[in-house]
């Protein structure tokens, strides 16, 4: 079974703070995703990276940058914590960066709290 | 760029009765559909999802989803609901081509009561 692992399942962080939200995925995916969730929002994609060292905007990049140096590894990096950021975290992984889409594997995701 | 719309943030139901989740869809370009499931406390697990071929897809547990493309949906059905199916559905689409990611819908609480 492929398995996304979330370094934290809850986080309080302070504001100003910088924070990393680690990602790891154990199945040679070549696509990772980070996911913002809230009440009546639903998911929303901050970025992706299709490979080692890529990385493609989302629709709510703001406040947030990413990183992989590895292909197993993607962290999401809040580089100066706000309130509004408050929120569910979720890491994602799938097979290919282009071509059929099959499916999406989820991690349990962060539960991030900025006081 | 596509678009998900779930008419109903929430749907409440008794046990073993039938149930539909709505969904529609916007894109320019041809797409893949997803229904995802999360139950409390947890992340996302794939329930069922349309590529190609036979439009009516089902699940394990009982769900199907039927994608009409004339009137861009990919409605949820099961025609009778357990209490253990309490969760949030969502919907999601997938262009073909491109880069591949997923956009979600809003999601649907379903609240199964006996």
């Known amino acids: 079974d492929v398995k996304v692992t979330q370094s934290s399942r809850y986080l309080v962080k302070r504001t100003g703070e910088k924070v990393f939200l680690e990602c790891v995925q154990d199945?040679?995916?070549?696509?990772m995703f980070w996911y913002r969730q809230d009440p009546g929002l639903g998911l929303r994609l901050i970025y992706f990276s299709y490979d080692v060292k890529m990385k493609e905007k989302g629709d709510i990049p703001e406040g947030y940058s990413v990183s992989r140096e590895k292909k197993e590894r993607f962290s999401l990096i809040l580089e100066s914590a706000s309130t509004n950021q408050t929120s569910m975290y979720l890491c994602?992984?799938?097979?290919?960066?282009?071509?059929?889409?099959?499916?999406?594997?989820f991690g349990q995701g962060t539960r991030l709290t900025v006081v | 760029a596509q678009s998900v719309t779930q008419l109903d943030s929430q749907v409440p139901v008794f046990e073993e009765a039938p149930v539909e989740l709505r969904c529609n869809y916007s894109s320019s370009v041809s797409v893949y559909l997803f229904w995802y499931v999360q139950y409390p406390n947890q992340g996302l697990q794939l329930l069922l999802k349309?590529?190609?071929?036979?439009?009516l897809v089902e699940s394990i547990n009982g769900f199907e989803a039927e994608f009409n493309k004339s009137q861009t949906s990919f409605h949820l059905r099961k025609p009778s609901v357990h209490i253990s199916d309490t969760a949030e559905y969502f919907c999601?689409?997938?262009?073909?081509?491109?880069?591949?990611?997923?956009?979600f819908g809003k999601g649907t609480m379903l609240l199964v009561s006996p």
């Open positions: 199945m040679d995916h070549e696509n």
């Open positions: 999601a689409v997938s262009d073909i081509g491109g880069y591949s990611t997923l956009t």
């Open positions: 994602a992984s799938s097979l290919y960066s282009r071509g059929p889409f099959t499916e999406a594997f």
């Open positions: 349309y590529l190609s071929g036979s439009t």
